[in-house]
């Protein structure tokens, strides 16, 4: 009997220990494609879903950036207009807020 009551409250606390864990918000990490963060990939702030390789601003307060589902490369400017020397970050970097203004990505 002793064994019995035991078993069913381990199994009552499994049960609400599993229920409680699905229940907790999901952070979901943002699909395939480019994403910049701030906080050394804390904080999200810039996601393209399809990089297309046109000229686009570069998030002020980002400090680094992961890539996936295709992204093979990205190339920061330290202009606005994607002008002048690039600079290949790749797909996993870290890097000084504000130092690139505008990218492309492939």
């Not at 963060?37 to 950036?65: I, N």
Request: with cysteine; glycine share 10%; proline share 6%.
């Amino acid at each position: 009997m002793r064994k019995r009551i035991i078993r069913t409250v381990v199994g009552l606390a499994a049960v609400a220990g599993a229920t409680a864990t699905m229940a907790l918000p999901a952070h979901a990490a943002p699909a395939a494609g480019l994403t910049f963060y701030q906080g050394t990939f804390a904080t999200p702030v810039l996601h393209v879903a399809e990089p297309d390789g046109a000229c686009t601003a570069f998030p002020a307060s980002a400090d680094s950036l992961a890539a996936d589902g295709g992204v093979e490369q990205v190339l920061a400017f330290r202009s606005a207009d994607c002008a002048g020397a690039a600079v290949g970050l790749g797909t996993l970097r870290t890097f000084p807020a504000g130092e690139y203004h505008s990218f492309r990505a492939f």
